[in-house]
């Protein structure tokens, strides 16, 4: 039956990947894929550490290969290392640090151990994290602790294939203590997300010079309109030499004679001011 073939091939697949987790536990293994090629059998391994997996001159590897061709029987097995870009960004490797961490400083820093993880996932730019260890910690009956920061997703399709999520389980003498890692990183897109367009800064500059000229444009009729106003009325200076000209020879006579007899009258003035002076210089 082709569904028994089917089984067989995943139930070797999934004994492949076991076999090499467990042998290669300390290189921070990411994900492992197994792609079937032309030539024979790709296994395709993220790490964090790739030179902890292919070793002086690639001996490691070498052996890795040997082991697979003779415990799994694959004809030519070609193993291909990718190294993580951003560690803290990858929950598979966070989450085996977090066991590591456990394993190493025990079950009472665990407080601890997870604020710090947490703020390095979020520092390394997600959009959010939660972490989750349940287990006897460190009291004798087991229970879970939340470490959550950001904004995590979880329902719909972006919480299935969006959020990176992993597990791990951490030996302990209590007993055995669980991880459960989820991140929800940078560069993923929500359905509801609102992005506001912003101009570039020399179409603005333009329209801003634009609106200036037309403010510009609307000032200046009002401005020549009170100019013309101002050159139509005359000014004090013109309006007494129109006057001037208006008057009759007689009025103008009568005018000259007035100012005639004003400069009398202020010369009379004058010299009562000054007589008195001169009586008293002519006395001594």
């Known amino acids: 039956m082709i569904e028994r073939e089917f089984v067989a091939q995943k139930t070797k697949e999934y004994y492949i990947m076991r076999y090499i987790k467990e042998k290669l536990q300390i290189a921070g293994i990411s994900q492992i894929k197994l792609k079937k090629i032309p030539l024979g059998e790709k296994i ?21 290969t040997k082991v697979l061709k003779k415990k799994f029987k694959l004809e030519n097995p070609q193993i291909e290392i990718n190294e993580v870009k951003d560690i803290y960004l990858d929950a598979n ?4 640090r977090i066991a590591n961490s456990l394993e190493r400083f025990g079950s009472a820093r665990f407080k601890g151990i997870g604020h710090k993880m947490m703020t390095q996932v979020m520092g390394s730019g997600a959009l959010g994290v939660e972490i989750i260890i349940s287990g006897k910690i460190p009291g004798a009956r087991a229970k879970s602790w939340r470490f959550y920061m950001g904004y ?6 972006i919480s299935v294939q969006g959020v990176r ?20 990183p940078p560069d993923l897109e929500l359905p509801d997300a609102i992005k506001i367009r912003e101009e570039p800064q020399q179409a603005v500059s333009e329209k801003m010079v634009l609106k200036e000229i037309e403010v510009e444009g609307k000032k200046s009729p009002k401005k020549s ?37 004003k400069e009398a009258a202020g010369d009379a003035a004058i010299g009562e001011s000054v007589s008195p002076e001169l009586s008293g210089e002519e006395e001594e």
């Not at 395709?44 to 890795?64: C, E, F, H, Q, Y």
């Not at 597990?167 to 669980?178: E, R």
């Open 225 to 261: 309109k009170k100019k013309e106003t101002e050159e139509l009325t005359p000014s004090s200076g013109d309006k007494a030499e129109t006057a001037e000209k208006k008057k009759t020879p007689r009025k103008r006579k009568e005018s000259a004679k007035k100012e005639e007899v």
């Open 152 to 157: 995590l997703k979880k329902c719909g399709d």
């Open 93 to 96: 490797i966070v989450a085996e």
């Open 165 to 184: 999520k992993a597990y791990s389980s951490a030996l302990l003498k209590s007993g055995v203590i669980g991880i459960k890692v989820a991140i929800m």
């Open 44 to 64: 395709i391994i993220d790490t964090s550490r790739p030179s902890l997996i292919v070793g002086s001159k690639g001996a490691n590897i070498k052996d890795l």
